[in-house]
């Protein structure tokens, strides 16, 4: 499946991928991952992008383009891949649609995960994460804890809050995702991509993913 989830912060779009690869294969393309683990390398791409992921700003669009440029070229994305957090802004929808008439891609749906802002709020509070930038498995202290407390059930290693996790910066990101990537969904709705997914359970999401794919 090539797919595009859209959501707010919090919506669930890493754990529905997490639960869509599964499937048949495809992969997941979180472009939040991909810069969380360049932070944690001290690379170039991470000490530009550290300031505003902390803040709950979006990194520029031309450092993205030119992460998704040579990712979706990579030979593991011809099954099908999942784009988690990308595209957030008009311009890199924009370019997005370039870029694949280059590649000759066709997508096959954008899945818009809606859920209200009060149990948003609630989820990134109790969220956790895995540390290891390799597994950035996802939990939450109330509805999908680890075994053992703070510790990441499939690698072992810490599982914490992100640094974006504060207060401060849930609310900024929940305004820069009103302002700057709920237009998307209308991009992609004028060109009848678009699909609304309501319901707060992932389990009910993935089914009406793949109702919606015909799988
Ligand atoms: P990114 O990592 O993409 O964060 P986000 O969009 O803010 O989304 P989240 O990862 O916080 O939420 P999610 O929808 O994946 O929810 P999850 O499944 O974890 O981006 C981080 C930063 O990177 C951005 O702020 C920006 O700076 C930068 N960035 C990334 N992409 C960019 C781009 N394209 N352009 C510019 N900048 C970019 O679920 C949340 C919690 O809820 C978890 O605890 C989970 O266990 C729980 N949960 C999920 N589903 C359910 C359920 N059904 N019931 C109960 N609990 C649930
Ligand atoms: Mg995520």
Same mark, same amino acid.
């Given at each position: 499946m090539k797919l595009i989830l859209l959501?707010?912060?919090?919506?669930?779009?890493?754990?529905?991928?997490?639960?869509?690869?599964a499937i048949d294969g495809s992969v997941q393309i979180s472009t939040g991952d991909i810069l969380r683990g360049a932070v944690q390398a001290g690379t170039e791409l991470g000490k530009e992008a550290n300031g505003y992921m902390t803040r709950g700003d979006l990194v520029p669009d031309s450092?993205?383009?030119?992460?998704?440029?040579?990712?979706?070229?990579?030979?593991?994305?011809?099954?099908?891949?999942?784009?988690?957090?990308?595209?957030?802004?008009?311009?890199?929808?924009?370019?997005?649609?370039?870029?694949?008439?280059?590649?000759?891609?066709?997508l096959d749906m954008v899945a818009d995960i809606d859920v209200?802002?009060?149990?948003?709020?609630?989820?990134?509070?109790?969220?956790? @994460?895995? $540390?290891?930038?390799?597994?950035? /498995? %996802?939990?939450?202290?109330?509805s999908n804890p680890t075994k053992v407390e703070g510790i990441c059930d499939k690698c072992g290693s810490p599982a914490i809050q992100r640094a974006d996790e504060t207060e401060e910066a849930i609310g900024h990101r929940l305004d820069t995702y009103n302002e700057k990537t709920a237009?998307?969904?209308?991009?992609?709705?004028?060109?009848?991509?678009?699909?609304?997914?309501?319901? @707060?359970? $992932?389990?009910?999401?993935?089914? /009406? %993913?793949?109702?919606?794919?015909?799988?």
């Open positions: 959501g707010a912060p919090g919506a669930g779009k890493g754990t529905v991928a997490k639960l869509l690869t450092l993205i383009m030119g992460i998704m440029e040579k990712r979706l070229q990579e030979a593991d994305c011809q099954k099908g891949f999942l784009l988690d957090g990308f595209p957030r802004t008009i311009p890199q929808a924009e370019a997005l649609t370039e870029l694949l008439a280059k590649l000759n891609i066709k209200p802002r009060d149990v948003i709020f609630d989820r990134l509070c109790t969220r956790r @994460t895995c $540390s290891n930038t390799d597994c950035q /498995a %996802i939990y939450n202290i109330k237009p998307v969904a209308g991009f992609y709705e004028k060109k009848g991509l678009l699909k609304k997914i309501t319901g @707060t359970s $992932s389990d009910v999401v993935v089914a /009406a %993913i793949k109702k919606q794919l015909g799988l």
